[in-house]
T-cell receptor, first 113, second 117 residues
Framework: NAGVMQNPRHLVRRRGQEARLRCSPMKGHSHVYWYRQLPEEGLKFMVYLQKENIIDESGMPKERFSAEFPKEGPSILRIQQVVRGDSAAYFC???????????FGQGTRLTVV | AQKVTQAQTEISVVEKEDVTLDCVYETRDTTYYLFWYKQPPSGELVFLIRRNSFDEQNEISGRYSWNFQKSTSSFNFTITASQVVDSAVYFCALSEILTGANSKLTFGKGITLSVRP
């Protein structure tokens, strides 16, 4: 039973490019959460999605960031026109239903050069 | 708004010492979950414990123990007889229960624990 899978593990982008981060939840999980960990900081909530719906995006920056969780396929966190300040570790977590434990993926480390 | 404070930023101990990591939280909710996660140098997040706010019993798991004090809003974590493999960043986190997004966690900034041989 595979855990939460995130890919790529490491991603390097030049300023102005787009970054796409993928998260495949655990089998049977339909809830996905994205968190960002800036250097020397704790994790900060970004967005909570269920299949085809964004439930809570209160932690998402207003511009350049978007997330989706389609009916088929992984959840995608998309960052357009990346800037140096976007360099961080992005973690995805999934749960089977509200009220249960969330399992984290290994994270994607984005470096913007 | 919820808040988790981990006042200690870095702790260094010698192997076999006991060490306590402090966590203080703020929430207006009467029911909530508290968590501890470990982040080793490899970077993944390892779940250690989840505690329901209704359950103030202390918990022990091997060399790990947790002291939940609702009166002081604290959820401290003690490692007994520390080992080099315990070296990691430890995060305390808080989530609501009643609003539904139970896995929306508020994290502290983490404590970097270094255990020297």
């Amino acid at each position: 039973n595979a855990g939460v899978m995130q890919n790529p593990r490491h991603l390097v982008r030049r300023r102005g490019q787009e970054a796409r981060l993928r998260c495949s939840p655990m089998k049977g999980h339909s809830h996905v959460y994205w968190y960002r960990q800036l250097p020397e900081e704790g994790l900060k909530f970004m967005v909570y999605l269920q299949k085809e719906n964004i439930i809570d995006e209160s932690g998402m920056p207003k511009e350049r960031f978007s997330a989706e969780f389609p009916k088929e396929g992984p959840s995608i966190l998309r960052i357009q026109q990346v800037v140096r300040g976007d360099s961080a570790a992005y973690f995805c977590a999934s749960s089977s239903k509200q009220g249960t434990e969330a399992f984290f993926g290994q994270g994607t480390r984005l470096t913007v050069v | 708004a919820q808040k988790v404070t981990q006042a200690q930023t870095e702790i260094s101990v010698v192997e076999k010492e006991d060490v306590t990591l402090d966590c203080v939280y703020e929430t207006r909710d009467t029911t909530y979950y508290l968590f501890w996660y470990k982040q080793p140098p490899s970077g993944e997040l390892v779940f250690l414990i989840r505690r329901n706010s209704f359950d103030e019993q202390n918990e022990i798991s091997g060399r790990y123990s947790w002291n939940f004090q609702k009166s002081t809003s604290s959820f401290n974590f003690t490692i007994t007889a520390s080992q080099v493999v315990d070296s990691a960043v430890y995060f305390c986190a808080l989530s609501e229960i009643l609003t539904g997004a139970n896995s929306k966690l508020t994290f502290g900034k983490g404590i970097t624990l270094s255990v020297r041989p």
